[in-house]
């Protein structure tokens, strides 16, 4: 009991911050983004070098051929021509299991320039059993045109734990993932249309047609009637002046307005993994009726020894006599009235006595039913 009243605390709290959160209003900057000032994904492939025996083994080929290809840039040749012992004896001091095979991956922001740092994950995709201790070789990372955008390097820094002694083994975390932070420099810049273009369009985060309404209401009350327009329920397109100067400048005055955005959605979201339930303020219900109750079945069972009939000539046997239970709590049905809220479906919940586990069965019960008017999401 102790734990649904913790659990009841927790939402209230939820509420309290959502409802205290609704009644100010947020920065442009804080609900639209610059459709130009977009991230981009970059890749590329690399060796991770300087491992303690956790790298690939010679079965990987492409990790083979990525150290001799490497290595031949530099001017070391190890296979040429030589004996056949004297390959073998250099093919030997090659400790492949030293090094693994990576994918780095990075996100390029918008507005980067040469010269500056972002930070890049980097994945073994080998048998490489851990890649802790391990540094990144110089690494390319290109763009979906196909162009190098940025170049990595560095050592890893990774926080997952391989550990195996005496057939035990201890594993925390992800030891095949890494990352460098401000591990890669920036090559080349993305061109945007921020500078040539006659209006800079923002793009909404949530898709909500009050939201970009009022973001247009409140750019043409600060800067004039037609400067702002809205495209759709995600885009609004703003009239810029051409001088880069002021066009930073209005584009700073722009993301500092203060908008009422408009109420979300009603949702439901459910941690099916965690037993965590998030329960929005518009989520109302209509009328409905809830009863939770587990039917416990008790089975016990005493042995018993039967004497035998010694003038029949029997033997002693064992008899096992089961008594069976069968218990139903009772428990309330709650009826909901059209149109309850956040708080009464918290407390009805509870008054009928349900655990987090519980709560989700009925959410889902009820979006079955049709009486949830709310999106359940369930991840």
């Known amino acids: 009991m102790k734990q649904i009243f913790y659990y009841l605390q927790i939402i209230v709290v939820m509420i309290c911050l959502v409802c205290a959160g609704a009644a100010r209003a947020d920065r442009v ?18 060796l ?30 190890i296979d040429g021509p030589l004996t056949d012992f004297e390959q073998a004896l250099t093919a030997s001091r090659v400790e492949i299991k030293n090094s693994a095979a990576v994918l780095v991956t990075a996100e390029l922001p918008g507005f980067a320039k040469p010269g500056q740092r972002i930070d890049i ?50 594993q925390i975390g992800v030891p095949t993932s890494a990352r460098i932070p401000s591990g890669a420099i920036v090559e080349r810049v993305v061109d945007t249309p921020f500078e040539s273009a006659d209006n800079i369009v923002l793009n909404i985060r949530e898709n909500d047609f009050s939201t970009t309404t009022a973001i247009v209401q409140a750019i043409n009350k600060k800067f004039g009637d037609g400067v702002a327009q809205a495209l759709d329920g995600t885009s609004v397109s703003v009239r810029a002046p051409q001088n880069l100067n002021q066009r930073v400048a209005f584009m700073s005055s722009v993301e500092a307005l203060e908008v009422t955005p408009g109420d979300p959605p009603a949702r439901v979201v459910i941690n099916s993994r965690t037993g965590t339930v998030v329960i929005n303020r518009s989520v109302r219900v209509t009328a409905a009726a809830v009863s939770h109750g587990t039917i416990s079945v008790a089975i016990t069972a005493t042995n018993e020894v039967s004497q035998p009939n010694a003038l029949a000539g029997g033997q002693t046997a064992n ?22 809220e956040l708080r009464q479906i918290v407390d009805a919940v509870n008054q009928v006595g349900a655990t987090p586990s519980a709560l989700i069965a009925i959410l889902e019960a009820l979006k079955s039913s049709g009486s949830l008017r709310a999106e359940l999401i369930i991840i």
């Open 29 to 46: 900057k804080d609900l639209a983004s610059v459709a130009s000032q977009r991230n981009n994904q970059l890749i590329g492939y690399g």
């Open 48 to 77: 991770v070098v300087g491992l303690q025996g956790t790298g690939d083994d010679a079965s990987v080929p492409f990790t083979t051929q990525s150290m001799k290809a490497m290595l031949a840039q530099m001017g070391v040749r």
């Open 319 to 340: 008899v096992q006599n089961a008594d069976i239970k069968v218990a139903e709590p009772n428990k309330p049905m709650f009826l909901f009235q059209p149109g309850v």
């Open 121 to 170: 994950n980097v994945s073994a995709i080998g048998k490489a059993s851990s890649l802790r201790g391990g540094s990144l070789v110089m690494t390319a990372l290109r763009g979906v045109d196909g162009e190098i955008y940025a170049i990595g390097q560095g050592a890893l820094t990774a926080t997952g734990i391989d550990a195996n002694a005496a057939g035990s083994k201890v």
